[in-house]
């Protein structure tokens, strides 16, 4: 796998992007389920087939385009793939002294956005911890730690020590990433309207908020055309978060929606959203 990688990393952007269009329609022709679902979450939303058909092939692209991402050499920056817009208010909130919260949906490409970040703002503002769930087989498992790990990120596992990792880093002024839209474990969410249908939601964004005051934003890289790189825009959070955990969880989910609206076209929409939590085992270390 990580040879494999290594040579897909070489290959110029938009032909990844031809490859993944490819494998995203492989995917939907192949797997009545996925197909379903997809229209399905596409509907909900109020989508047509007309404006969701696109992201048929950009869930191919995003899948496409790791190796470009995560085996590009350390020092080989982002540079003229990446345009950045609304930096000026993650420069605001380190001036007040503040840590971040990143929420990104599954929308375009979410890898990127943290690249950006490290790349323009860990010098003057600090690295990065993005929570992540480590992959169950061991070869992922070490090519995505392997991928991850570039100067001015750091990751932490969806566990009690993630959290506690990621709390300190608020504390410091640093800045955090989540997907909201990511269903949690059982315990640790609540149920909330996502496009007008109950789906259950992470807690953790709000309480990282409140506990230490860190201001939160989001975030979502745009895919351009024809392999031409990414457009990451950064912009606050258009309500005050509320304290109580199921109405700050639907002020997230609104948010999430106005983002994905902007680009529907590069949402993951075959993503099982509605799903129910799964159950923690007994001794579950989660957070």
């Keep these: 796998m990580l040879i494999l990688f290594r040579l897909l990393s070489r290959c110029p952007l938009w032909l990844l992007h031809h490859i993944g269009a490819a494998l995203g329609w492989l995917a939907f022709g192949l797997s009545p389920a996925y197909r379903h679902r997809f229209r399905e979450n596409a509907a909900q939303a109020g989508l047509d087939w007309a404006q969701a058909r696109p ?8 899948a496409a385009e790791l190796p470009w991402l995560w085996m590009r050499p350390h020092d080989r920056l982002l540079g003229s793939w990446v345009r950045v817009e609304g930096g000026e208010h993650i420069r605001a909130a380190h001036a007040q002294g503040r840590g971040l919260i990143f929420l990104t949906p599954h929308l375009g490409c979410f890898e990127v956005t943290a690249q950006a970040y490290a790349e323009h703002f860990s010098a003057l503002c600090g690295p990065l911890t993005a929570l992540y769930r480590p992959p169950r087989k061991a070869v992922l498992r070490d090519l995505v730690d392997t991928a991850r790990h570039r100067p001015g990120l ?32 059982e315990g640790l969410g609540v149920w909330a309207p996502f496009f007008g249908r109950p789906a259950y939601t992470m807690t953790l964004a709000s309480r990282l908020a409140h506990q230490t005051g860190a201001q939160v934003l989001l975030a979502w890289g745009e895919r351009l055309a024809r392999g031409a790189g990414y457009v990451v825009r950064f912009s606050p959070l258009e309500e005050a978060l509320p304290v109580e955990a199921e109405s700050a969880a639907a002020c997230i989910n609104r948010a999430m929606e106005r983002l994905i609206l902007q680009c529907p076209g590069q949402y993951l929409w075959g993503y099982h959203r509605y799903k129910g939590p799964r159950t923690l085992p007994a001794d579950g270390a989660q957070p």
């Design 55 to 62: 992201a048929v092939a950009s869930a191919g692209r995003m």
């Design 154 to 185: 750091k990751t932490a596992p969806a566990t009690l020590a993630g959290v506690r990792q990621m709390i300190r880093a608020l504390k410091a002024g640093e800045a955090v990433g989540l997907l909201p839209d990511q269903v949690p474990p």
